[in-house]
């Protein structure tokens, strides 16, 4: 039967690179170069009131060869990019999560609630001054770890991180949760990691030889040049912080050798100049990646970034961005973390139905050894998810993915980026709209033009240098 055919749009995006044209297939994230054929195939079903293969056979016959033109209908039909018009179900099918044996392989460790700074936009709920600073036990932390190899026995890599308030005023707990760690993930055949994200004003030199020897993967939060560092990253006594962090993280990256060391910057009202922030920290410190989170839905509604802000942001990203490239192209690297994660997702395919692992692959777990969906939200009103002691609640958990993935199903079955951003964070809708379950939706335009953006970086390097993926994204990932 000689079917009406259509465009599923909701499967298909394409963008023009150069003088060259892609499509992006959206349900597996995966990115082809558009051949001459192809791009009048779909001209064609676009122009013709009634497009049906004979006809876009007799239409296109005199520019190719019949055999030709049927192969390349037949390949756009098998991925889903054209089909018969009307019956054709556009959008993948929701299957429900059933979750038996969650596919852990990281915990978060709260070591200690107390922190010795006082940010202004921190979000921890728990977040306690240091003398009142609730720490974890060493028998909490023993039994995350029991926890993890028993909720997920089968996989061959786990991954411990260290968090808090600050984690190295825990230090003691953190060395006997690594002995404790390399000894029973030996005994097992298995492989574990550690990372931690400090404020590394209590950094010394006896911790970074420690950290070295055990090949901890260390993150440093900074917000940049003194002006920018010091407008929110305080003492509990009001002091700007970014003398003493700047002389730690320049004894850190002169000693560290196991390891590159990244920075994390934390974006808010008022502080847009991505370019000045990445040069100090990657040029004048010397760190290895800079990434850059900016805060749109904080506890604290007067440092969230305004619309415009945020546009400028993204623009800046791109300016970044262009640098990046730049670079790729003298197979050099900038350390922009966030088109490292881009161009590493687009060239994967990563497809996901969920935002990220956590609940999944990742729970974090607090002082008192409940299991809660991130370290975000230590302190929260939201549900546990269970605890050390019992495991994982697996209903309490199905439900609240299932909520979340039919929340998705209403609001971003039709966006191009569906499967690279999965309705985003979850914490940030918790912190906006009071339901983790609810997609975040207040900036998606900005987002689908990012990933645009790391469409056309990712084929420009891909192009010109195809090794940067193997010499600079590769081991990053395997270092993750």
Request: some cysteine; glycine content about 8%; charged content about 25%.
């Amino acid at each position: 039967m000689n079917s009406t055919l259509e465009i599923i749009e909701n499967n298909l995006h394409q963008v023009t690179v150069k003088d060259q044209s892609f499509i992006f297939h959206i349900p597996t994230t995966s990115l082809f170069k558009r051949d001459e054929l192809t791009g009048d195939i779909l001209s064609s079903i676009q122009r013709q009131d009634d497009p049906t293969d004979s006809s876009l056979v007799k239409e296109l016959s005199t520019r190719y060869a019949k055999s030709d033109i049927t192969s390349a209908l037949g390949e756009l039909k098998s991925l889903s990019l054209v089909g018969k018009k009307g019956l054709i179900n556009t959008i993948e099918e929701l299957v429900p999560l059933a979750l038996d044996k969650a596919p852990l392989t990281t915990v978060v460790l709260s070591v200690n609630t107390g922190c010795n700074l006082s940010c202004t936009y921190c979000y921890k709920e728990d977040l306690d001054i240091p003398s009142a600073g609730k720490k974890m036990n060493f028998e909490t932390a023993k039994q995350s770890i029991d926890m993890l190899l028993k909720e997920s026995p089968n996989q061959t890599r786990y991954n411990v991180v260290f968090f808090g308030g600050e984690p190295l005023s825990n230090f003691t707990l953190i060395k006997d949760v690594i002995a404790y760690s390399e000894d029973v993930f030996a005994s097992k055949g298995k492989l574990v990691d550690f990372s931690m994200t400090t404020n590394a004003t209590l950094l010394t030199e006896n911790h970074i030889e420690y950290f070295d020897k055990h090949n901890v993967g260390l993150s440093i939060s900074i917000d940049g040049p003194k002006a920018y560092h010091d407008r929110n990253r305080i003492s509990v006594t009001g002091q700007g912080t970014y003398d003493t962090v700047a002389k730690k993280a320049k004894m850190l990256l002169s000693r560290y050798k196991s390891r590159p060391i990244g920075a994390r910057v934390t974006l808010t009202t008022g502080i847009t100049d991505i370019d000045t922030i990445w040069d100090h920290l990657f040029n004048t410190l010397g760190f290895s990646e800079v990434g850059f989170a900016p805060v749109t839905s904080g506890d604290i509604s007067d440092y969230n970034l305004k619309p415009e802000e945020l546009i400028d942001i993204f623009a800046n990203m791109k300016k970044l961005g262009e640098k990046y490239l730049s670079a790729a192209l003298e197979n050099k690297t900038i350390g922009f973390s966030n088109l490292h994660q881009l161009i590493t997702d687009i060239h994967e395919g990563t497809k996901k139905a969920l935002p990220c692992g956590a609940g999944v692959g990742m729970v974090a777990v607090d002082h008192e050894g409940g299991l809660n969906l991130c370290h975000r939200f230590i302190g929260s009103d939201q549900p546990l998810l269970g605890d050390v002691k019992q495991g994982l609640d697996k209903p309490v958990l199905n439900d609240f993915l299932n909520k979340r993935l039919e929340k998705n199903e209403e609001s971003c079955a039709t966006c191009n980026i569906r499967n690279l951003c999965a309705g985003g964070c979850y914490h940030e809708s918790y912190a906006r709209y009071g339901d983790p379950a609810k997609a975040t939706l207040h900036y998606c335009d900005l987002m689908r033009d990012w990933v645009d953006f790391g469409i056309h970086v990712y084929t420009e390097i891909m192009e010109h240098n195809p090794g940067f993926y193997e010499t600079y994204i590769a081991p990053r990932k395997a270092q993750a």
